[in-house]
C-alpha cells in the first residue's frame, strides 16, 4: 500500500496526497476529504522510512547501554534507561539503542547511525574530563544532551583550553548534584556526634569521583574538621572498598563513620568492619546483622546502630538488601529532564512563553537535588 | 547528497547506481568502477531509510523494557537487555526499545511500530500462560523469538485450545530449564542430610513458577519424600517471602531447608530466619552474619553453615552482596541465542549446511541449562 495507490483511488498527484499528510492547509477541503476518504478506504499509513524521507526526522533517540559492571553501580544507568524509554515514548520517540566498549568505539558508533538509522537525538551518559563525544556531535550539528555535566579537560576544571564546561556549555546537560549528595550523608554523621569521618573514593582524576570527594570534605571543613588523611582512593568494587575500607579503620587514630562515592565500596567497607570485629580488631567490638546492621556484641537487644556507620551512593538493590544508608539519585527524573531539553532543542519555545527564554538566556541544564536514604548502617 | 548526484556525477541512470549499491553483479565492471568512484569523491552514503525503502529492511530488533520492580528479580531481563543489545551488533542489528504496562498496550504498540520504524523482527521476553502476544504477530507473518517458552493456555498445559505450547512451538524460542535449576538447588541440599526441604514460590497458574515449582517436588519425590505441605505460595517480594517463610519456619514440624522461586522471596526468607532466630523461636538458635550466613549462637569461630538453609534464584548482585546461594541462568547466552534463530529465519541455512534441518525438522528452540552458584546461606 504506498502514497500512489491513495493518489490513485482519489484522483490526484502523489504530491497532493502527500500535501494532506503533511501540509493539509495547501489542499482543498473538497480535495482533502477525498484524500483522507481513500486512506481510510485502502488502511493506507506513511511507513516510518517514507516520512523520514519527506520529514527527514526519525523519531528515534540513541543511547548507550553500559557495561553492568559488578551488577552493583552499574544498575544505575539501567534505571536511567527504564526512565529514559518511557519519557521518549510520551514525547513520541523510541529508544535505539548500541553497546560501545570505549570512546573511539562509541564515535564509530554515532558514525554509523548517523548514515543508517539516523537517530534525531543522542543522549550521552557518564561523561567525564577530556570527554571527546560532546565536540564530534557538535561539529556535525547533531543534537544531543548529555546525562552528566561537561567536566573541561582532565586537570584543567575551568575549561580554559576551549572544551565545554558545566558553567559554559556548549549543550543541554542534565545532572545530579553528587557533592550535595556526599555532604548531606557528611552532615547526617556530624550531627550523629562523629568526628572522624572518611571517605572512600575513586582515584582523582574521575569528574563524578572528585565531585563527591569534595562535598564530603566541605562539609568537614565546614564544621572545622581538617578532611587530610581522613580518605582513601581506590578502583570501584566490593572487594577494593573492602581493602582501603581497612586501612582507615585500622590507623592510628581509626575513622568512626565512612561515606563512599559507590554502594560497592561502601560493601566492602561493611565487609571489613565484620571481619575486622571478628578477629576482635577493631576498639569498639560490634557485630554486623544481616541487614548489615552494627550490633555491639553481648549487648541486650542487641540492635542498636554502632560502632562504624557507613553510608553508600547510588541506593542501589543491594544496599536495600543488606540495610545500607545511601544518597539516592533521581533518575526518572533525569531521564525526563534529558528528554525534556532535546525536545526543546527540537521545537523552541516562542518569545513569551512560559519556558521561553529569560533574561540569563535559555535553561540548558538541570541540576537535580539527590536525597539521602537513611537505612541501619547509619 | 542524494543517488541523483552520484548518478549525475558518473554519467549513469539512478538506476544503475542502486544497481551497483545492492545487485553489482548486475553492472559491467567499468561503469562499477566509475560509480563507485563517483560515491567516494562526493562521500555518499545511502540513508537507512533509502535503503530501507529499497530492501524492506529496517535491520531493528525490537524489544520491551520490562519494569524493574523491587530491582532485584528485574535486574534480570536487565542483564538479558545487555547481552542483547551486544549479540544484535554482532548480527548487524540495533535494540529498538519501548515500554508497555500490559499486553493490551504491548499489542498496540507493535501495531504502531509495524506501521512507523518497521523492525525486521522482535524479541518478547516474559511468556505467560494465554500469551495473547506470539499469535498477534504470528498472523501478521511477523518474525519473532520469544526468551521463555510458549506455557500454552492456562489450565491448559497441553495446548488443546490451539494455542502453542513449548512442545508444539508456532514460532522459535529460548529458555532456561528452571526446573532442572530448582531439583539442583533440592539435590544439593539432600545431599547435605536434609529432609525437610520447603519451596517457596509464586501462586500457581505462572509457567514460570509453576515449572520452578515442579523441579523441587520432583527432586523430592525421587529421593522417596512427599512434597505435600512443605511449600508456600506468595507474591514475588521481599516482604512477602518474610512472611511466607515465617510460616514454614513454625510448623508443627518446620523445614531445615528453602528452595525459593527468586532472590527476592529467599532474602526475604533470610530475614525470617533471622529474626525468629533473634526472638529464640527457631529450635536450632542461629544467628546471620552480614553475608547471610547462620552462625550458631556462641559457638567458638561462630561460622559454620546452619541451622536453616536458603537458596534462590537468578543469582543476582543481591544474592552475591548477602552470600545467598542461587540459581544462576545464562542470560549471554540466551541473548545469543535468540539473535541467532532470528538470524536463522532471515537466511535459512541451505540443505547441507551444519545448521539446516534434520531429520528431527528445523531446531527452532534452545533450552539453556542453568547453574547452581553456592554461597555462605547453604
Not at 5 to 29: C, H, M
Not at 290 to 316: H, K, S, Y
Request: hydrophobic content about 40%.
Amino acid at each position: 500500500m504506498t502514497i500512489t495507490d491513495v493518489a490513485r483511488r482519489a484522483g490526484v498527484s502523489r504530491q497532493t496526497v502527500s500535501n494532506v499528510l503533511n501540509s493539509p492547509e495547501l489542499v482543498r477541503e473538497e480535495t482533502r476529504d477525498r484524500v483522507r476518504e481513500a486512506i481510510e478506504a485502502l488502511g493506507y499509513r506513511a511507513s516510518q522510512a517514507a516520512r523520514q524521507m519527506r520529514t527527514g526526522r526519525s523519531r528515534l533517540i540513541a543511547t548507550r547501554i553500559e557495561p553492568d559492571r559488578d551488577g552493583i553501580n552499574g544498575s544505575v544507568l539501567d534505571r536511567f534507561l527504564h526512565g529514559l524509554t518511557a519519557s521518549a515514548a510520551r514525547a513520541g520517540y523510541r529508544i535505539l539503542l548500541y553497546a560501545a566498549g570505549d570512546e573511539r568505539s562509541e564515535i564509530d558508533t554515532f558514525d554509523d547511525l548517523v548514515g543508517s538509522h539516523e537517530p534525531d537525538a543522542f543522549v550521552l551518559t557518564s561523561t567525564y574530563h577530556g570527554d571527546g563525544r560532546p565536540a564530534w556531535l557538535r561539529e556535525r550539528r547533531l543534537p544531543f544532551v548529555t546525562f552528566g555535566r561537561p567536566w573541561g579537560d582532565a586537570g584543567d576544571a575551568n575549561g580554559v583550553s576551549g572544551r565545554e564546561t558545566a558553567a559554559d556549555p556548549g549543550h543541554p546537560w542534565v545532572d545530579v548534584d553528587g557533592a550535595a549528595g556526599t555532604a548531606a550523608a557528611t552532615r547526617h554523621l556530624l550531627d550523629a556526634g562523629h568526628r572522624r569521618i572518611g571517605f572512600l573514593g575513586w582515584p582523582p582524576g574521575s569528574g563524578v569521583g572528585d565531585d563527591r570527594r569534595s562535598g564530603w570534605a566541605g562539609a568537614l571543613t565546614s564544621a572545622g574538621i581538617d578532611p587530610a588523611g581522613l580518605d582513601q582512593a581506590t578502583d570501584d568494587g566490593v572487594a577494593d572498598g573492602e581493602k582501603a575500607a581497612r586501612d582507615l579503620l585500622r590507623a592510628e587514630q581509626p575513622i568512626t563513620a565512612l561515606v563512599c562515592a559507590s554502594d560497592s565500596l561502601a560493601l566492602g567497607a561493611l565487609h571489613a568492619v565484620r571481619s575486622l570485629t571478628a578477629s576482635g580488631q577493631l576498639t569498639a567490638s560490634g557485630r554486623l546483622t544481616a541487614e548489615g546492621r552494627l550490633t555491639v556484641a553481648g549487648q541486650a537487644g542487641g540492635e542498636e546502630g554502632l560502632p562504624v556507620r557507613v553510608i553508600g551512593f547510588d541506593d542501589t538493590p543491594v544496599a536495600k538488601a543488606v540495610g545500607l544508608s545511601s544518597v539516592s539519585q533521581p533518575l526518572a527524573e533525569a531521564a525526563a529532564g534529558c528528554v525534556g531539553l532535546l525536545t526543546r532543542l527540537f521545537d523552541p519555545p516562542s518569545p513569551g512563553d512560559p519556558g521561553a527564554p529569560g533574561a540569563d538566556g535559555p535553561r540548558t541544564h538541570v541540576l537535580l537535588q539527590p536525597s539521602l536514604v537513611l537505612r541501619q548502617s547509619s
